[in-house]
């Protein structure tokens, strides 16, 4: 290729990073419009120009890889798959719009499904069946706001201010692209914010404008049930038969350890676990609100048969997240002081174990080895951040910074510190370290205040809380939409409450006899 082809090619591709900056952006400020817009047309414009720009922007970034070479290299089949895929979010429109509750239903069925897409270079295990309900709810909300007009007689839309909260969600979407402008691996730092940031950030604006029950909370829980029962059958199925269907690096790393850990259906023993653990979490709430023997009695046969699962995947980060959000719950139950003084008691009592035993536990080893490489990946986020305190290396930036200054290979280089504070010091320095713990003191205490008193609200607290404590051992916060499922839901059930307390004796009265008879016919749910 001649110097004239070399500069051209060399400007294409300057103009197509550039734009695509642009884009990451433009999302990011459309995501952020949706949450703290005022005007209803404003935010389902807002809505719609999301959900057209990220596909456009994955398309542009996975153009070229070898997953999309079928449709790259056949147009009328591309053609014929995007029809398809509009049509059945037209339907899935109407149907969402029609009955709301089952956008909510779908979307708890959908949390746990991925599907692996290259992008950027990598394998991501994406949430495509999510996508789908989203874009879907995302229609159903824009379509009667934009036109003015709907499928059935409007009712009014019940108005919510935008509080601290959302502020700081989009405060974080925006700096994540913003910050990724100069990050060393913008493509990673693009696939975060289009597969993750973006998207979620519409689910949480559609979920917490739903009307949310007790009820509906109890109906999610029942969904979330019937997967966790499912994937746990198919963990047995996998420990009795030594073989694992999905994730060849568990596959391999299986080969060379003498414990075998299962997956399930997720790729991440990890991820299933912190799945496991949230469902556990709900049915400890249900168990220990209801007046119900058999209600409880149920609860605790069920979660047995998880706790069963759970320990199949060895997971640590799991099990310490489920301990975490069974100590909240017991705070919010009997009080802080009992919940202490239980925590001390098994504090107390590993203590003894660790004394008696230290090479059970792993103490006669290194504390990378007994971490699992976590302390060294520390050690290396803590000096990443120490050379660029202020602004850090830039969105999605530590695994490329972390191999350079390491000088570690690929293979060893993860994709974040498996501590989310670790990982968001190093890549966006102080500013977005205080927003993460800014975002973090808003929502806890969002959700704990007059959680006591409702069992669905002291369930969502509570796997809040365990989330966090996973994040802290395998990161991964705003990456996860159960973090911005739990938050809307749970700021919708707060305002609900904070409604609640302006209402007259006999509206009172009438709620709570209508909640006593959803509680009658629905015994699950908390």
């Not at 509906?216 to 979330?224: A, D, K, M, N, Y």
């Not at 806890?444 to 989330?467: K, S």
Request: hydrophobic share 55%; with cysteine; net charge neutral.
């Amino acid at each position: 290729m001649d110097a004239a082809g070399t500069g051209l090619t060399v400007g294409l591709s300057t103009f197509g990073d550039a734009s695509q900056a642009v884009g990451v952006i433009a999302a990011a400020l459309f995501a952020a419009l949706v949450l703290l817009a005022r005007s209803p047309r404003v935010r389902a414009f807002a809505m719609l120009a999301a959900l057209v720009l990220t596909p456009v922007l994955l398309v542009a970034n996975i153009w070229s890889t070898p997953q999309f070479e079928p449709l790259r290299e056949r147009p009328a089949l591309a053609l014929g798959a995007a029809v398809a895929a509009l049509v059945t979010l037209g339907i899935s429109a109407f149907v969402f719009h029609r009955r709301p509750e089952l956008f909510v239903l779908c979307a708890a069925a959908a949390l746990p499904f991925r599907v692996p897409i290259e992008s950027g270079g990598d394998t991501a295990n994406l949430l495509l069946p999510l996508y789908l309900v989203i874009a879907a709810g995302g229609l159903s909300y824009a379509f009667v706001r934009l036109r003015g007009v709907g499928w059935r007689e409007e009712e009014p839309e019940p108005e919510r201010e935008a509080g601290l909260l959302e502020w700081l969600l989009a405060g974080s979407l925006v700096l994540y692209a913003l910050q990724a402008t100069y990050s060393s691996d913008f493509d990673h730092a693009l696939s975060q914010e289009i597969f993750f940031y973006v998207p979620f950030a519409l689910l949480f604006a559609l979920l917490v404008r739903i009307e949310w029950t007790p009820r509906l909370v109890g109906r999610c829980l029942l969904v979330l049930l019937a997967l966790a029962v499912v994937f746990v059958g198919v963990g047995f199925v996998e420990y009795a038969k030594r073989e694992l269907l999905l994730n060849p690096k568990v596959i391999s790393s299986n080969q060379f350890e003498t414990y075998f850990r299962v997956n399930s259906l997720f790729f991440d023993p990890n991820i299933y676990g912190r799945f496991l653990a949230t469902v556990m979490l709900g049915l400890a709430a249900v168990a220990l609100w209801s007046r119900r023997n058999d209600v409880a009695a149920a609860c605790a046969a069920a979660l047995g048969l998880l706790l069963a699962g759970l320990v199949l995947t060895l997971s640590q980060s799991s099990f310490t997240a489920l301990l975490a959000g069974l100590a909240v719950l017991g705070a919010l139950r009997w009080g802080k002081g009992r919940a202490i003084a239980v925590a001390g008691g098994f504090a107390l009592a590993a203590l003894i174990v660790v004394l008696a035993a230290p090479g059970a536990v792993g103490l006669d080893q290194s504390l990378d080895k007994n971490t699992s490489g976590r302390s060294e990946l520390i050690r290396g986020g803590v000096e990443l951040f120490a050379d660029r305190p202020l602004t850090g290396h830039g969105s999605g930036a530590f695994r490329r910074e972390y191999r350079d200054s390491e000088k570690a290979s690929s293979e060893r280089a993860a994709a974040a510190s498996h501590t989310i504070a670790i990982t968001v010091a190093a890549e966006q320095g102080i500013v977005g370290l205080g927003l993460y713990l800014a975002l973090l003191a808003v929502a806890l205490a969002g959700l704990l205040r007059g959680a006591r008193h409702d069992a669905a609200r002291a369930a969502l607290a509570a796997a809040f809380v365990a989330l966090v404590v996973h994040t802290l051992l395998y990161a991964a916060f705003l990456e996860d939409p159960l973090a911005w499922a739990l938050l809307a839901a749970g700021a919708a059930l707060a305002a609900r409450g904070a409604g609640e307390g302006t209402e007259s004796a006999e509206q009172r009265a009438r709620r709570r006899a209508e909640a006593a008879r959803d509680a009658e016919l629905e015994p699950a749910g908390p």
